[in-house]
């Protein structure tokens, strides 16, 4: 697995979503850098990571990680934040190994589960039902111009004011050279498939989910603007200790990237709270 790492201090580890790596970050990372030793990661099977998991359900992913941070690195106990499908990963990820995770910021994922059947979580979105389809989002997206098209055609419709939310935005939240970065590593076969692979997942998400144990974990919930009253329920079930839970002002999926000021206070301020590390 690829990862980043920078900065002194009490470990911090970030987890991405799709269509994105661990560079989602660098807006934020030298901010936290100052006060945390901060590790991003690339999930299994994307980004610059090598090889294929043996599935992509997202407990699965969370093991694999767990290898990485536990057994290849070396931590003992870190603050944790994951964006979208990383959510999902960081989720069973606190599930799996409480004890290894001091605080979690959850940002902008809707949990399938047992509030949220993954039948219903695809409804919400074209591109979910898209990517869910075996074999024909491959086919379809099949060469690095296919890839540009996709990305830089999806990327406006979930940022703020775009259409995903009411809006007819269609300027992209992203540079070219932004895009160019994303386009890179997902332009290779494997992890193109890798990413479709991630929705074809939540059915044995749902199961996962419904399954874990509650989780008493420190939790910041982190959203949208406007998405805070349909995620919030997915999460209450089983993440029994959110503490904080606020909606990013004028920030459409991409948190990290439309409103990073705003999400380094709320992360510095939430785990600055947690106590010893």
Do not use: C
């Amino acid at each position: 697995m690829h990862y980043v790492t920078g900065g002194k201090g009490p470990a911090l580890v970030l987890l991405h979503g799709w269509p994105q790596t661990w560079y989602e970050w660098r807006k934020i990372m030298p901010a936290l850098a100052k006060h945390h030793t901060v590790y991003a990661l690339d999930l299994p099977g994307l980004g610059d990571s090598k090889g294929s998991p043996e599935s992509f359900d997202k407990k699965t992913l969370a093991r694999y990680v767990h290898g990485l941070l536990r057994d290849q690195i070396g931590l003992g106990r870190f603050d944790l934040v994951a964006h979208d499908l990383g959510g999902g990963v960081g989720f069973q990820y606190v599930s799996q190994f409480p004890g290894q995770v001091n605080s979690y910021v959850h940002m902008d994922y809707p949990l399938p589960g047992r509030k949220l059947p993954a039948a219903q979580y695809r409804t919400f979105s074209w591109h979910m039902a898209f990517n869910s389809q075996q074999a024909i989002p491959e086919k379809l997206v099949d060469n690095p111009s296919d890839v540009r098209e996709y990305l830089t055609a999806f990327y406006p419709q979930v940022a703020y004011g775009g259409t995903s939310f009411g809006g007819k935005r269609t300027r992209s939240p992203f540079t070219e050279a932004e895009i160019n970065e994303y386009v890179r590593t997902y332009s290779r076969p494997d992890v193109l498939h890798a990413g479709f692979e991630l929705y074809r997942s939540l059915d044995k998400d749902e199961r996962d989910n419904t399954a874990a144990a509650g989780i008493n974990t420190r939790t910041l919930l982190l959203t949208a603007t406007g998405s805070l009253a349909s995620t919030r329920p997915t999460l209450t079930p089983t993440l029994r200790n959110i503490t904080r839970a606020v909606e990013i002002p004028t920030s459409g999926h991409w948190l990290a990237e439309e409103n990073p000021e705003a999400i380094v206070r709320e992360i510095l301020s939430f785990i600055s709270k947690t106590g010893t590390k």
